[in-house]
């Protein structure tokens, strides 16, 4: 998973992922990557409107952006 979040941070495009939160729940999000590291991502959350911080280890999905 990291190196496929690295590739998508280097190439700076949107792409989707379906992160599950602390509290269980399950999102699809379109973002905007800004950095990654082994542990978090961070990135422009589409869906929150501001920019967040992923836990590598909560994202279930990842998918190049197709829209």
């Known amino acids: 998973m990291n190196s496929l979040l690295a590739r998508y941070v280097s ?3 949107p792409f ?3 992160y599950q939160s602390g509290r269980g729940q399950f999102t ?5 990557p800004i950095s990654c590291d082994k542990e ?3 990135a422009f959350c589409c869906l929150r409107r501001q920019i967040r911080t992923f836990k ?5 999905s ?3 952006n197709t829209a």
């Open 40 to 42: 978090t991502l961070t």
């Open 28 to 32: 699809q999000r379109r973002v905007y």
């Open 56 to 60: 590598v280890s909560n994202i279930l």
């Open 62 to 64: 990842v998918a190049k």
């Open 16 to 18: 989707m992922i379906i």
């Open 11 to 13: 190439e700076r495009n």
